[in-house]
């Protein structure tokens, strides 16, 4: 039985590699990769069963270092106020506070620069969280302050003052507040901006709407505590903008002391309930490295709509561990917004129900399904791998995520809904970035970085099979998207801008071994402003029709552009008579002269001249990857693509023979091709691995990996 690819590894275990680009002007240089080669995984050491980072402060720690209270000597510092002590409390000794105290370290000389980058985190037990306004757990005068602040349900904030005014990065509290966390904010001096990670995962930022007159980055006693009801411990002040991999590294360094063992945890999922002991809901929510498996298969139902939130890192989601006919979340939508994530074989299928606990317009006329998707994904060094989205009202699946990888998935019948507040609104999967290309926005504030679309199936959306925004570097890579018919969309779409033009920068793409069937245009290619160009590379695109449907998306695109556009479209375009049957297949080794190149802006009305984008090279490369001709893309995605091939359920197999058939059509709802199907609630009690994080055999994978790899196998039909 054979394995998943070497690299496609438990993102409970890994390495965090920092990758940098190198520009198209040093030919001989690598150019950029995403994370993971062939399998899109994780790299980690054999059986490790920790967290592993390739960053190291030891050699720089004088310099960077200029503040550190641990309490371990019982020594304070500074002053103890109020009645704030010193205390044991199981992983040495810390400063216990019950609301009324705090510990004030006067200034010293060296603290903070002027203006200066600095870095201040904490580790914190909060045993109230809502016992004051605001529980800052450090805080410099009127400056800065890390703190929690009482906002309606609470939120962790880190903030600063400068002379134009405050700047907050916030974020909602976690599911349970009465743990220990890891608390860092850090400022960078350059942009003005800040940051705030929890547990080593950066959760907000300002995002360009920073303070870049901060005096100092300590100009007053620092205070510790004040107004916080719990335990503070193992403080550091760092005199540098830390990366998220510095942070991830000292997070690890001193996990084991507060949260316990880093090894994995199996969670076992032994009912369809939506939440409670032993539910799926239950299994995301815990904290720490852990893998989710399934005793039960059916429906989770969650109807009319509700969602699972994943906010923990290090998760591994293997729904190829489910009995047949495996795990289907209905009406649900799936959102991450954390890192190193793995999530395999799930089916989500979300709906068009009305939500009674949501207004169904808000005052700017949004529906309560313009912003629904099948998943919403953010965070770093995520792999969604043979899932199966459909039935959503707007994208099936949105991402912002960092390094990203979209692997076999089956992307199928995202709604046409009229009840999206722009109407009928069918989108696939759209992959956004931020940042305005007017400045410079640091790269580990980027969205969208490194993303992969590689093997995924594609089907009966009208559009986005993806659409990449402006900053992202994406590899679009041996997917098979099979259009309608009626809808004026693409296959591809690549922007230079995001739709409202206040985000984007530069596009990097590699577009190889890619087939379209049925649709209208292969390729979009979007620049706004005209000014940002873009890297794109095209090869080996595929491109399949009838005679009768070439008339049909000549009459749909004629809709949608200028005279002169059309003219382009129509410039050296063949209407064969006849091809395979009443098939034509079109290979296009050079895309950018092809008809099927439909190139356009539609906020600005001039035509684009490829040249300022075409490039020779790929500008993202996935060393190690098998790439496949496109002529047997098609053949491979319809029967490995999506969650369980080897075990679909109706509505997978169904989309799959339709697809095989070549029938067109798009839906409007759920309801158009009999909802939702009852799936048998299955059980199967699981035997795990007795030594998990042992590697038996020696070949480089855990046992609890290799289980893993053979569940999936199984599933796959391989």
Request: hydrophobic share 35%; net charge negative.
């Amino acid at each position: 039985m054979t394995c998943l690819p070497k690299t496609t590894r438990l993102v409970t275990l890994v390495v965090v590699v920092v990758l940098s680009m190198a520009p198209m002007s040093q030919a001989a240089e690598p150019l950029p990769i995403i994370p993971g080669a062939a399998g899109f995984g994780m790299e980690t050491p054999a059986g490790s069963g920790r967290h592993l980072h390739d960053v190291s402060l030891e050699d720089n720690w004088d310099a960077l270092l200029v503040g550190h209270w641990d309490f371990d000597e019982g020594k304070s510092g500074g002053t103890l106020e109020g009645d704030a002590a010193l205390v044991a409390h199981g992983q040495g000794k810390g400063l216990k506070l019950n609301g009324k105290g705090h510990l004030s370290l006067a200034r010293a000389d060296g603290y903070g620069k002027a203006g200066g980058s600095f870095t201040i985190m904490a580790w914190v037990y909060m045993e109230k969280p809502f016992g004051s306004l605001a529980a800052s757990a450090v805080k410099d005068g009127g400056n800065w302050e890390l703190a929690h602040v009482k906002h309606g349900v609470g939120k962790w904030m880190f903030g600063a003052k400068g002379e134009q005014g405050r700047s907050h990065a916030m974020f909602v509290r976690d599911v349970d507040e009465t743990k220990w966390r890891h608390i860092a904010g850090v400022y960078d001096g350059g942009t003005g901006d800040l940051r705030l990670y929890i547990n080593a995962c950066k959760v907000s930022d300002t995002r360009g709407r920073g303070v870049k007159d901060l005096a100092a980055a300590r100009s007053s006693d620092l205070t510790l505590g004040k107004g916080l009801t719990g335990l503070i411990d193992d403080v550091m002040f760092f005199d540098t903008a830390l990366t998220q991999e510095e942070i991830v590294a000292l997070h690890a360094d001193r996990h084991d002391t507060y949260l316990g063992s880093n090894r994995t945890t199996v969670y076992k999922v032994t009912n369809l309930n939506t939440e409670g002991p032993g539910s799926l809901r239950a299994a995301l929510e815990a904290v720490g490295p852990r893998v989710v498996v399934f005793e039960v298969a059916g429906n989770i139902d969650f109807t009319p709509f509700g969602s699972l939130n994943i906010r923990h890192p290090y998760l591994t989601v293997a729904g190829q561990t489910a009995p047949s006919p495996g795990i289907t979340l209905k009406g649900c939508e799936f959102n991450i917004g954390t890192h190193d994530v793995l999530l395999q074989h799930i089916r989500i299928r979300t709906g068009d129900l009305l939500d009674p606990n949501r207004p169904e317009r808000n005052q700017s006329g949004w529906s309560q399904w313009s912003e629904r998707d099948c998943m919403k994904v953010s965070g770093d060094r995520i792999v969604i791998d043979h899932c199966s989205f459909s039935w959503s009202t707007d994208e099936l699946v949105q991402t912002t995520a960092r390094h990203i990888t979209f692997r076999q998935n089956l992307f199928g019948e995202c709604l046409d809904s009229p009840k999206h507040h722009k109407g009928a609104h069918s989108k696939a999967l759209l992959i956004l970035d931020q940042g305005h290309p007017s400045r410079e926005i640091p790269e580990d504030q980027r969205h969208s970085r490194y993303v992969g679309v590689v093997g995924n199936l594609f089907a009966y959306n009208a559009d986005r099979h993806p659409q990449a925004t402006g900053g992202a570097k994406v590899a679009i890579i041996n997917n098979f998207i099979y259009g309608v018919t009626a809808k004026p969309g693409a296959g591809i779409t690549l922007a230079n801008a995001s739709p409202r033009g206040s985000r984007g920068g530069e596009i990097w793409a590699t577009v190889v071994g890619n087939h379209f069937d049925n649709v209208p245009a292969a390729v979009r290619f979007i620049s706004r402003p005209e000014e940002i160009h873009g890297k794109v590379f095209f090869d080996d695109l595929l491109v399949s029709y009838t005679a009768a449907e070439r008339i049909e998306h000549a009459k749909l695109i004629r809709k949608t552009v200028d005279d002169q556009q059309f003219q382009d479209y129509l410039a050296g375009k063949t209407w064969p008579e006849q091809g395979e049957g009443d098939l034509i297949h079109e290979h296009l080794r050079d895309p950018w002269k092809a008809s099927h190149m439909l190139l356009f802006r539609h906020w600005i009305g001039k035509p684009i001249n490829p040249d300022t984008a075409k490039v020779s090279r790929p500008p993202v490369v996935v060393p190690g990857l098998q790439i496949k001709p496109a002529d047997q893309v098609r053949k491979w995605t319809l029967a490995n693509a999506g969650a369980r091939p080897a075990d679909r359920d109706p509505v997978d197999t169904r989309v799959i023979e339709q697809v095989r058939a070549r029938e067109d059509g798009i839906i409007k709802s759920q309801d158009d091709v009999g909802g939702w199907p009852e799936l048998a609630e299955n059980r199967r009690e699981l035997t795990i691995p007795g030594n998990p994080s042992g590697d038996d055999d020696g070949d480089g994978y855990t046992n609890l990996e290799q289980w893993l790899h053979a569940c999936a196998a199984a599933v796959e039909g391989r």
